[in-house]
């Protein structure tokens, strides 16, 4: 019996779509529609999977080739899964992969997992004939689902990557969405097509980039992940453009997830921490803070700025925070009301006093960034006030930039 791939396509994306309505996440008829419509397997044809644990460096790899017979299976399911698909190692061309293990490199490109993409094109309100610009689209899968709900000639994305802008301009015509990839510098928009109703950006940026703001249309959104130095505390960043006026808003708040830095963005890990914490978690002390929830999103943002150059480690058994750069780190419990604490860095005590102005700021849940100011500093504010929780988003200037 031959393989129909197109039955075996559209079931698993009737079953995806089926998955994310029962957990709740997708709501938007005009996506569930763009889900069911946009085909996958055109725009991820192959995918990475690790199979060396964490920590190991080189890193061993296994490519699934979805056009071999051998692979089909485990490519479509991990393709329609609510997996990140891995696509690309250090900006590798795409044309001639070869399926099987491979050892080194790290991923350069991937499609975010589909719930982290449904919930942020939710957010944006996409509807027939706005314009949409997505930054950073790597292999386009946001940018064919907002193509396929507004209409085609409609979507542009900016992806600085030559082989990934010229690998998704081939699939997503494939596709026949009408949707165009510029290869350029995504910080720079695309002004060409200015202004759009909607833009996206698919990777964190420390602050907003001023093109952004200047290409986006009267009454339109723009949302993009703010990425600090910790992967643990990921911010999102709504701004819109108020219609006749033209002032400008922008709304911070945490959230449990966020899109990967800007190529060249060095995050903090715990990973090479962690047999030391596990052999010596540090000296017992009392505690005023008890470990807060994972859910506090508004603190933990505060707390990302606030108290710097910390990450957290979620794979431990109690809440345990690190400061890889000063050999520091803070391990909550298990007995309640202590904490132990290790190295030069007071790293809990750091926690206790953000969360201590947290809450005599009535525990905001959301910051209000300043987009405005002539010398190109964003100021972030919780209120107004002596009690108001306040810091300033660190420059692009300051990220190192990886050349393409």
């Known amino acids: 019996m031959s393989f129909d791939l197109h039955t075996a396509t559209s079931g698993r994306r009737a079953a995806m779509v089926d998955r994310l309505k029962a957990d709740g996440v997708l709501t938007s008829p005009l996506l569930r529609d763009a889900l069911l419509r946009v085909r996958r397997e055109v725009l ?46 250090d900006g590798e061309p795409l044309d001639t992969l070869a399926r099987g293990q491979v050892t080194g490199g790290h991923m350069t490109s991937m499609s975010t997992y589909t719930p982290a993409t449904v919930e942020t094109l939710q957010v944006l309100g996409l509807a027939p004939v706005q314009r949409y610009l997505g930054l950073g689209p790597g292999p386009g899968v946001a940018l064919a689902l907002a193509a396929t709900t507004i209409g085609p000639g409609r979507a542009t994305g900016v992806e600085r990557d030559p082989h990934m802008a010229a690998f998704a301009q081939r699939n997503l015509n494939r596709l026949g969405v009408g949707a165009v990839v510029m290869e350029g510098d995504a910080f720079e928009g695309h002004e060409a097509r200015a202004p759009y109703d909607r833009i996206h950006s698919g990777i964190g940026v420390p602050c907003v980039p001023p093109a952004w703001v200047e290409q986006l249309a009267p009454g339109e959104r723009l949302l993009t992940t703010l990425a ?118 007071d790293v809990w005590a750091e926690l206790e006093d953000v969360h201590a102005h947290w809450v005599e700021a009535g525990r905001p849940q959301t910051y209000e960034v300043d987009l405005h100011d002539g010398t190109g500093v964003q100021p972030v504010t919780s209120g107004t006030g002596p009690e108001a929780l306040n810091w300033s988003l660190p420059p692009l200037a300051t990220v190192p930039r990886q050349m393409p």
């Open 44 to 89: 991820l044809p192959h995918a990475y999977v690790r199979i060396s644990g964490p920590g190991a460096d080189p890193i061993d790899w296994r490519l699934l080739d979805g056009s071999h017979p051998d692979d089909r299976e485990e490519w479509l399911d991990l393709i329609h899964s609510d997996e990140s698909i891995l696509l690309q190692r």
């Open 228 to 345: 600090t130095r910790t992967p643990s505390w990921p911010g999102q960043l709504l701004v819109t453009r108020t219609v006749g006026t033209g002032r400008i808003a922008a709304v911070l708040r945490g959230r449990p997830r966020g899109y990967r830095p800007m190529s060249g963005y060095q995050w903090l890990t715990a990973l090479d921490h962690r047999a030391r914490i596990k052999a010596d978690p540090g000296t017992a002390r009392p505690t005023r803070l008890a470990p807060p929830a994972d859910d506090a999103y508004g603190f933990w943002i505060a707390a990302a700025y606030l108290a710097p150059g910390l990450v957290r480690d979620f794979q431990a058994e109690t809440m345990t925070i690190v400061a890889p750069e000063d050999d520091s780190w803070a391990v909550a419990g298990p007995v309640d009301g202590t904490v132990r604490v290790h190295g030069p860095r």
